[in-house]
């Protein structure tokens, strides 16, 4: 039987088919579907967690392969840097029941702030990387990577990217199979890593590495397809795509197995061909092993490092190269209608945007939706680094002491309970006077709507404790914490000014949902006056989707406002920054 899936939705089946039994995450694009497919679909066989950060989910993970179950962890690449504590010891100790890392990686930034290449993880950590380049392999591997890890005694690092996690194709499904493991068994040697112990598991990593290499010459997982013999290319993951179909004819080592790599393969097939490229994307991650080996291969001479790749960027290399024929296609990035990134209609991040800006303060920001408000016309947040990081930001501002104006912290409730709660600690025992804000919109909005320790559900939809946010800062040593409707801007402005004069750590929590999760809010919609409208634009300057210029305008020619009435929530925003009173409730009729 076959079923059509994405690459997410093939991995979540594959950790069904082939044993799995934990699984934990953090939401991260691209790699949200998978656990949320198992919840959805396994969860009788397979347990779906999201954790609190990435580093809680794969610890979690770790207990669980020790405690004898097939175990994943799941995140998108910067999540593993959240990670990277736990994960560079557990190469040491190993493993119990088979346990896999899945690093989506997002080539092109489609929603991230960086495009590291998390291939190199598994080269700092002496550990195995697998990188499936369709659906069905994305499905097929994770029985290969569970195998690898517990022949090898070793966590699997699973490597896609967008492409593979979003794009859809066929797949061959199956029974599910379980393997029996026994529960945990104590063994501090290979668990404890003191230092004595830690020394002797490098000996053993070391060997392991060895073994891993001749694993990587015999594996199908790399194979060649022989073609015409003047060109050679060696590639992997969704490259392999590109490369396949932007050079037919050409033969190719593909690489499955991406690390650590099948040398005597390469040597032999290299010794075949008249030319070897390398196609990867983003760092030479294949090529400079190559190049050490002393195989001469060309690569990212012609396939740049920089964004993701695509078949005309990969032909394009190859006519560079002289061996393709034709002209290099000029790539524009034409769209029909431009769509920039702009907070919902009736979000409530806006109003606090609105109130921060009215009291001319830096706003260090976070990961979130919130970070929008960076763009025109808010152009409110002044940094964006990663998640947690807002609150040192403005503490750091702060004891620098060169200048006056003061430094607000912006965060939301998934990211303070994710990353910030350290943070805040560390401000409040540092004796810092800043004012984080918290956007408490009760959901992870920004990858889709997921749940987490403050909304009293879990992933797989059970009740559960819901955090208190107000006395958690309490609990943090914050004397000040005060709760704001941020659909009110009088009262969000006056307590902000309050808590930003305090000279002291002050927290001020905002209290309206998301207004799409878990269901869209939808109130009594707004109009506009034209008869009183000035066209002065400050409704325009609150950057909601729903106003817009109509074609009246004023007597200097300004346009007009109009709201679309299918995308107002009844926020009200709009209605308070008015300064004529030309926006009304719509007559229903």
Known sequence: MEMLLSGNEAIARGVYEYGGEFTSAYPGTPSTEILQTIARFFKDDVYAEWAINEKCALENTVGASYGGARSVAVMKHVGVNVAADPLM??????????????????????????????????????????EPSDSQEAKDFIENAFEISEKFDTPVLFRITTRISHSKGLVKIGERKTVEHDGFERNPKKYVMVPAHAAKRHEIIIERLENLKKFAEETPLNRIEWGDKKVGIITGSVAYQYAREAMPDASILKLGFGYPLPMKKIEEFASEVDRLFVVEELEPFYEE???????????????????????????????????????????????????????CAGCPHRGLMVALKKLKVYTTGDIGCYTLGALPPLEQIDTCLCMGASIGHAFGIEKAGKTEKKA?????????????????????????????????????????????????????????????????????????????DPYDLEETTNVLKEEIDRDATSVVITNRPCMLFPRKIKDKPYTVNLEL?????????????????????????????????????????????????????????
């Open 533 to 589: 409208c000035t066209a002065c634009g400050a409704c325009f300057r609150v950057g909601c989707p729903a106003i817009s210029g109509s074609e009246k305008k004023n007597d200097k020619g300004k346009p007009k406002s109009e709201i679309d009435p299918a995308m107002c929530t009844g926020c009200t925003i709009c209605v308070q920054v008015c300064p004529v009173d030309a926006i009304v409730e719509l007559e229903q009729e």
């Open 289 to 343: 092993q190559i190049l050490a080996a002393g195989i001469e291969v060309e690569g990212k001479k012609f396939f740049s490092n920089f964004l993701e790749l695509n078949v005309t960027r990969v032909r394009n290399g190859f006519i560079e190269a002289g061996v393709l024929d034709g002209k290099p296609v000029k790539i524009e990035n034409k769209q029909l209608l431009p769509r920039p990134p702009v907070l």
């Open 408 to 484: 607000v912290a912006l965060l939301g409730d998934s990211t303070f309970l994710h990353s910030g709660i350290t943070a805040l600690a560390s401000t409040v025992y540092n004796k810092g006077t800043t004012t984080t804000v918290i956007a408490d919109n009760n959901i992870t909005a920004m990858t889709g709507g997921q749940d987490h320790p403050g909304t009293s559900r879990t992933l797989m939809g059970e009740e559960t404790h819901a955090i208190d946010l107000v006395q958690l800062c309490n609990a943090l040593g914050v004397e000040h914490v005060r709760v704001v």
């Open 89 to 130: 010891t557990l190469s040491y100790t190993g493993v119990g029941a088979g346990l896999i890392l899945v690093s989506a990686d997002d080539p092109s930034l489609h929603s991230s702030q960086n495009e590291q290449d998390n291939r190199c993880y598994g080269k700092f950590a002496s550990i195995p990387v697998l």
